[in-house]
């Protein structure tokens, strides 16, 4: 069992940085492609960023590129996702996610991540 929990969120005005940390539970952490997606309230979950298992390839919602990037440490267990120029439009709440085991590859849809983490709360003020 993958037990994954964020943290690093915050309030900060537009234009400033964040970093989330997502933590894992289990070793077996290493062998599945991770994720990041938001909500915002009254929204669907959205798709954020993405990699695959070996941190090699990694994709980015379009409106993100170049402000966020998603990065992991396998020795800590522990995968990022550095915000930077956040704009108000970014406030929503974070969640990490992680695909089954052996799931190796990278995918934008939520339906295909096994695990998830709590949540954190990203406020952008303007």
């Known amino acids: 069992q993958v037990q994954l929990e964020e943290s690093g969120g915050g309030l900060v005005q537009a234009g400033g940085s964040l970093r989330l940390s997502c933590a894992g539970s289990e070793r077996t952490f290493s062998r599945n492609a991770m994720g990041w997606f938001r909500q915002a309230p009254g929204k669907d979950r959205e798709f954020v960023a993405a990699f695959d298992w070996n941190g090699r390839y990694g994709k980015y919602i379009e409106s993100e590129k170049g402000r966020f990037t998603i990065s992991r440490d396998n020795v800590k267990n522990t995968v990022y996702l550095q915000m930077d120029s956040l704009k108000p439009e970014d406030t929503a709440v974070y969640y990490c996610?992680?695909?089954?085991?052996?799931?190796?590859?990278?995918?934008?849809?939520?339906?295909?991540?096994?695990?998830w983490g709590q949540g954190t709360q990203v406020t952008v003020s303007s």
């Open positions: 996610a992680a695909r089954a085991v052996g799931a190796v590859f990278a995918s934008i849809h939520p339906a295909e991540y096994y695990y």
